[in-house]
């Protein structure tokens, strides 16, 4: 997002009195690692990895804008009063989780929630995911959210 869309939103959400705010956005926000190389077994392949970090679904969505997610994650949580929900799209797939600012930190209270309620025009890939294991219970372990 440019200088001039994240003032607009800014000023919009900072300057808002209504008890909820619903963000759209084309891109996943939520934190989505699928491999925490933190967990001991990947740390037996990976023995100098640095703390929290882990092989990512999609560089595309929220993990590749990790900067700007932050900077409006914490705006949210220390300026804006009101729920916010998010509603995302674009990954072929239903979800719905918490948005938190450091997914890593030992307590995450969600700033907001985040909604994806799959594609209208094309297939979901949610069928493919739902027998896999562990995917599947990285898909609602990661983010905290529900993989439906």
């Known amino acids: 997002m440019g200088a001039e869309q994240y003032a607009?939103?800014?000023?919009?959400?900072r300057n808002s009195t209504r008890?909820?705010?619903v963000l759209c956005n084309q891109l996943m926000m939520m934190h989505w690692r699928v491999v925490d190389l933190d967990e001991p077994f990947w740390r037996l392949?990976?023995?100098d990895a640095p703390p929290n970090h882990g092989i990512?679904?999609?560089f595309d969505q929220g993990d590749g804008y990790a900067v700007e997610r932050r900077r409006l994650l914490d705006l949210i949580r220390d300026e804006v009063s009101g729920d916010v929900v998010v509603i995302s799209g674009d990954t072929h797939l239903h979800f719905n989780g918490s948005l938190v600012v450091d997914p890593d930190a030992a307590w995450r209270d969600p700033v907001a929630v985040e909604v994806l309620p799959g594609s209208l025009s094309a297939g979901c890939a949610d069928g493919l995911l739902s027998g896999i294991t562990p995917a599947s219970r990285a898909l609602t372990d990661v983010a905290g959210g529900l993989f439906i």
């Open 56 to 58: 990512y679904a999609n």
């Open 8 to 13: 607009w939103l800014s000023a919009g959400l």
């Open 45 to 47: 392949f990976f023995p």
């Open 19 to 21: 008890p909820w705010h």
